[in-house]
Structures are given as C-alpha cells and as structure tokens.
C-alpha cells in the first residue's frame, strides 16, 4: 500500500513498502553470500556449474537422450525416421501389458551414475533434477494422466534403503504437473528377489503376483488414466506386473515413465 503526495500526485512508498524491499535485498545478498560459500556443482561429477541441481556440460554430453522416432509403445529410439506413430517388432511380437512407454535417456554413462547415486547413495536431492526431466520427457502422457502412482518397493526394502526413489520422482512429476498423486494406491505384496542378473522369463515369474491394489484403494483407480512411475525400464517385466495389477482394480489404461531405460541395440 502507498500514500499519494498531494504536490506531485506521486506515490510514496510507505514502511511496509521499504520492509518488503530491504527483505528482498537481504534474501538476495543471503543467496549470494551461500554461493561464495557453497559454489553450485554439477549433481554428477561434482565439478563447478553456473547454478545449482544442474549438470555440466562434460556430463550433459554424457546423457544418450531419447528423442523422436521412437517405438509409440516402448519408446525405443528407432535409428531411421520412417514417419509417425510406427511401433517397433519388439512391441508387436510381445506386446507390453502398459500402453505407452517414455524415458528421458538410456541406461549408460551419466544416467546410470545418477540413477545409482539416487537409489543407493542417499542422494535424495536428485529426485529433483531427474523429475524435472522426466516431466518434459512425459509431457505428453502427463496431459492425458488422471493420477501418478510410483512402482512400490516391499516393505522390507523400503526398510533397509530407508526411502522409495519411484515415491520421489513421483512426486516431483506430481508437484510440477498437477497431476494427482497416489503413493499408496499399488502395493508389492510379494518380496521378490533382485532382477539384477535374471533373463526376461525368470523376472517374469519373480514378479508373479507382487503387485496388488488394496480394495480401499480401488475406487481411486477405477476409470482412470493411470501413469505409472519408476527410475528405470529394463526388461519391462516390473512395469507389466505392475500394470496387470492396476488394469485388475479397474484402470482405464496405464502408461509408464521413467527417468531411463536399458536400450539393446539392434
């Protein structure tokens, strides 16, 4: 609020109004003062950045991103534009239970060490960053997504790593698109065994039964355009355990994003 000098017609700025200024000056010089002290450094090598959460260029470099053409239903780079909407052999002969798939990048370089440093090295702050790739990346399934549900981890692991990473990116996505979340709707019922090391059947039959929607939980699912969240998409047999698990509880369709993907080339 200000008061009008009555010889120029001019406003003058009242007390509040210089308090609101010497605030922000203050805040400023605070945010200056922090990064003398603290420089920003990129999130995966450390070295200096012009601002925080970010990557430097050495390690940008280092993302394989995915962009169009890709498979519309597993997202798979395509290495030839052959025109919209193709679906790969992959996805033809062995359809995915989820619609549509996206990742920001492939499972390699810098995306792995990010990945690892989120989920094993107590880097929770990355969630951030990732999320905010992941947003631009699924934008398209975003806009059509009536709610945000994270693959679940079992309540034993979720124990010993002391946080769920999928929980994390999910909110992120949630936070910056607007998109209900859901943390709790999907549940893993069954602890299973690591998928590190396993062929495509044997992760299959390792996630028989895992996944399940409460009952509670079913009036929130049903109708509805579910997106599926998790940090990485390897074989896909999680995403499809998972996704038969919503679509059971009356899903309307289930899409899957992830920050990245394990791409087997051709």
């Known amino acids: 609020m200000?008061?009008?000098?009555?010889?120029?017609?001019?406003?003058?700025?009242?007390?509040?109004?210089?308090?609101?200024?010497?605030?922000?000056?203050a805040g400023a010089g605070l945010r200056q003062a922090v990064g003398l002290v603290y420089p920003p450094s990129c999130i995966a090598c450390q070295g200096a950045t012009a601002e925080a959460q970010a990557l430097c260029?050495?390690?940008?470099?280092?993302?394989?991103?995915i962009e169009r053409p890709y498979c519309e239903r597993l997202g798979t780079p395509f290495e030839v534009d052959l025109g919209a909407g193709l679906v790969s052999p992959a996805a033809i002969a062995d359809p995915p239970v989820f619609q549509r798939a996206r990742a920001v990048c492939r499972f390699d370089g810098t995306a792995r060490e990010l990945v690892h440093k989120l989920k094993y090295g107590d880097r929770t702050e990355l969630a951030l960053t990732l999320g905010r790739m992941m947003t631009q990346a699924g934008h398209e399934l975003l806009a059509e997504a009536g709610l945000i549900v994270p693959v679940p981890l079992h309540r034993t692991r979720l124990w010993t790593r002391r946080f769920n990473q999928a929980a994390a990116l999910a909110k992120v996505l949630s936070e910056r698109s607007g998109v209900a979340l859901a943390p709790t709707a999907l549940t893993r019922v069954k602890r299973t065994k690591q998928q590190v090391g396993l062929t495509r059947p044997q992760r299959a039959d390792n996630l028989q039964g895992a996944f399940k929607v409460l009952p509670a939980m079913k009036p929130a699912i049903e109708g509805r355009r579910v997106?599926?969240?998790?940090?990485?998409?390897?074989t896909g047999a999680?995403?499809?355990?998972?996704?038969?698990?919503?679509?059971?509880?009356?899903?309307r369709q289930v899409d899957m994003l992830t920050f990245a993907r394990v791409v087997t080339e051709a």
Request: net charge positive; charged share 15%.
């Open 2 to 25: 200000t008061n009008s000098d009555p010889g120029s017609g001019k406003a003058i700025p009242t007390p509040r109004h210089w308090l609101g200024a010497l605030r922000f000056v």
């Open 57 to 65: 260029a050495r390690c940008w470099s280092g993302i394989g991103f």
């Open 227 to 234: 997106l599926l969240v998790d940090d990485v998409l390897t």
């Open 238 to 251: 999680t995403a499809n355990a998972a996704a038969r698990a919503l679509l059971r509880a009356g899903a």
